[in-house]
Nanobody
């Protein structure tokens, strides 16, 4: 089971750090990812990390602003800088078995999400 935390209200240009805790062990073969879903829109890929090696990949619109990382191999994090109003969404973490996957159907074990609102 995955549980997200760290969401909240932030002004445009601000930063926020999300965390995703797993109730059990995260296996080294796992790909851990972040998605977001804005009201009325489909769930979209944000970024992901290969748990064993730490290599990452991102959606084009967050590259250079968002960072996916492992926290002592116990939790997943998403550091978000220079947030924009279009970043307002519920953010979810999930796991996959395929590195490079960016489709929601390729991920499972979804958490319940944490709300991020970017507004002045």
């Amino acid at each position: 089971q995955l549980v997200e935390s760290g969401g909240g209200l932030v002004q445009p240009g601000g930063s926020l750090r999300l965390s995703c805790a797993a109730s059990g062990r995260i296996f080294s073969s796992a790909i851990m990812g972040w998605f977001r879903q804005a009201p009325g829109k489909a769930r979209e890929f944000v970024g992901a990390i290969r748990w064993s090696r730490g290599d990452t990949y991102y959606a084009d619109d967050v590259k250079g602003r968002f960072t996916v990382a492992r926290d002592d191999y116990k939790a997943l994090s998403l550091q978000m800088n220079d947030l924009k109003p279009e970043g307002t969404a519920v953010y979810y973490c999930a796991r996959s078995a395929q590195y490079g996957s960016a489709r929601a159907t390729g991920f499972g074990s979804w958490g319940r999400g944490t709300q991020v609102t970017v507004s002045s």
